[in-house]
């Protein structure tokens, strides 16, 4: 039996230098083994990550110059033990995969073949199971198998969480054809990259679940909207169409079954506007991507006029295990209302950033310091944003809610997409608000005044508080824009967009009174409230603040201490970045 080695290929690792492991790999081929370049293996904060299999060997952080000795101890069955995963607390050096704290609480479902397979090979996913889903699903008849889907619970992972067979159920009852088919791969939120690594990762999931969902509604045709700044999975989707068309899986009579259902992919314009469903609806027809008011469903007059199924990129990728595993199987993970599980990026400031795969109800305590292994330096965890740039920040009372739908809603959050960002102490919440604003404020289509006239009103108010120009007046004023921009605007992007402005008042208010009472930022964000210091008793004389420091405002003291020139000072934070004992204060 071949050694086979699984190096990840996701844009993360990438960024590491995989490729250039990659070719030293293939540069010292021999008989005995096989390399492949998969999709994102998760870990992406420790990569390039390299899981070596019999054995399932876990390495981390490996280099080109690793490969050769790699390949010497592996025939000696010996392992290269600095690149194991080193717990940062314990010290414990973990050799399988599956003991490896990041991976051992996670539930693979969506992301069962993700880097486990080369992305662009139909034989590697067929080799695991795939298509299985869909060839079982062409024995059954359309209404069972919406039928199982709304049993299933599923609900739509693209950030609404709507009952997605109830979805399936209208589209299937509509009487007008042609249907349509549509995958929304517009993933535009800062710091999310669940639906990239899905598209690039395992294509053919995707492929799949929308295959099925065809055949359950009576569809032939069917899009993918992809990002625009999504190459790779463009890519990646072409070839795994282009090679499902080959095996007889997509295009005319599928499986032998007399089904015909073909798929074309249609880049994004743009525009994060275009994540909603009307608007990119509208961009596929080759229209401004700006939303329009839904007094009627898609599933009844959607793409081209006509009933449309429009799903996004993970809850396609639920339908093969759905269908081949049954509903009542899929129920036993999750939660009552919120079945399953669901993909976050983990990002901010956790040690273990990367991709996850829970069951819905793992609570945000698990997630953060089992999974991600606790904030970065140790700092206090002060609060995590959930949803994306329209969610809201939780803060460290609320560390064991279980992380579903209704729950994520009830303390001003939502779900999302699934982006996950982690901050500590030295994020200033009121900066927070208004860099997510500003993010919102400059992509809103500006159809509607709530969301086109209001959400620049907030910024400027929040603009004004962080550079020490607000008043507590603004505080009320804050809440009626917010609230009224909720309740007002046109599409879920407006009515969505205050939600970053909503939490941080309700949560954290005392550092709005902060800002402007006291004219201090707490986090030592804002500049024109902040000053660096160095407190003498921590400092260990280290030098590491001294060498970070990009204006030389640091400088040494005759005892060889070191002192910040305050004048000199650009409040860059650099010095607090670098400095490992908590010894700059502000």
């Known amino acids: 039996m071949k050694t086979l080695f699984l190096l990840c290929g996701d844009v ?15 540069e010292l081929k021999a008989d005995w083994f096989d390399i492949k370049f998969t999709g994102c293996q998760g870990l992406c904060a420790n990569g390039p990550i390299l899981q070596v299999k019999p054995g399932d060997i876990f390495y981390q952080k490996v280099k080109s110059s690793d490969v050769f000795e790699i390949l010497e101890k592996t025939q000696k069955n010996e392992l290269v033990e600095r690149l194991l995963y080193t717990d940062s607390e314990t010290k414990k050096r973990y050799i399988r995969t599956d003991q490896v704290p990041f991976y051992k609480k996670q539930t693979k479902i969506i992301l069962r073949t993700n880097g486990l397979i080369n992305p662009k090979s139909i034989d590697d996913y067929i ?8 060839k079982k699903a062409l024995t059954l008849q359309p209404e069972n198998i919406v039928d199982e889907i709304l049993k299933s619970g599923l609900r739509g992972r693209g950030g609404g969480g709507f009952p997605a067979g109830r979805k399936w159920e209208d589209v299937f009852n509509a009487f ?7 995958c929304n791969g517009d993933e535009g939120d800062p710091g999310a990259f669940m ?83 009307s608007a990119l609806m509208r961009s596929i027809e080759g229209k401004i991507g700006e ?57 901010g400031k956790v040690r273990n950033a990367g991709l996850i795969e829970v069951e819905m109800g793992t609570t945000l305590r698990e997630i953060i310091f089992e999974i991600g292994g606790g904030i970065v330096k140790n700092r206090p965890f002060k609060a995590v944003q959930t949803g994306g740039p329209s969610g809201g920040c939780i803060p460290s009372e609320y560390l064991d809610l ?34 997510f604003t500003k993010f919102l404020m400059e992509e809103s289509c500006g159809k509607c005044a709530p969301c086109r006239e209001g959400l620049v009103q907030v910024y400027r108010i929040l603009e004004g508080i962080t ?27 407006g009515r969505s967009a205050p939600n970053p402005l909503l939490s941080t008042l309700r949560y954290f208010e005392d550092e709005y009174i902060d800002h402007i009472k006291n004219k201090y930022c707490v986090a030592g ?46 409040r860059c934070g650099e010095c607090r970045s670098a400095c490992t004992f908590n010894a700059i204060r502000w």
């Open 291 to 347: 939303p329009h008011e839904k007094h009627i469903h898609a599933s009844e007059q959607g793409l081209w006029g006509k009933p449309t199924l429009l799903n996004n990129v993970e809850t396609y990728a639920n339908v093969p295990y759905i269908i081949l595993n049954g509903a009542k199987n899929y129920k036993k993970m999750g939660t009552v209302d919120s079945p399953g599980t669901k993909v976050f990026s983990l990002v």
């Open 402 to 435: 279980p992380v579903d739908f209704d729950s994520l809603k009830a303390v001003g959050s939502i779900m999302g997409s699934g982006g996950m960002i982690v901050m500590d102490d030295c994020d200033c919440m009121v900066e927070v608000a208004r860099y």
């Open 525 to 570: 964000v804002c500049k024109v409230l902040t000053k660096f210091e160095i407190n003498i008793v921590k400092c260990t004389k280290c030098g590491l603040c001294f060498k970070a420091c990009p204006v030389d405002a640091i400088k040494i003291l005759d005892d060889g201490c070191y002192k910040i020139i305050e004048e000199n000072c650009i």
């Open 176 to 182: 007008e054809t042609p249907k349509y088919i549509i």
């Open 127 to 134: 080799a695991m199971g795939g298509y299985a889903g869909l």
């Open 12 to 26: 993360g690792c990438r960024g590491y230098e995989s490729r250039q492991v990659y070719d030293k790999f293939l």
């Open 195 to 277: 639906d990239r690594s899905l598209m690039e990762g395992t294509p053919h999931v995707v492929l799949e679940g929308m295959t099925i969902a065809a055949f359950a509604v009576g569809s032939n045709e069917g899009f993918i909207y992809v990002r625009d700044e999504y190459p790779i999975a463009v890519r990646n989707l072409q070839k795994g169409i282009h090679d499902a068309r080959k095996k007889g899986l997509l295009g005319e009579n599928i499986f032998g079954s007399g089904f015909q259902f073909d798929i074309k992919i249609k880049r994004g314009a743009g525009a994060f506007v275009c994540g909603e469903s």
């Open 467 to 493: 550079q020490g120009r607000g008043s507590l007046e603004d505080l009320r004023k804050l809440k009626e824009l917010g609230e009224y921009i909720a309740s007002s605007s046109l599409c879920g992007l």
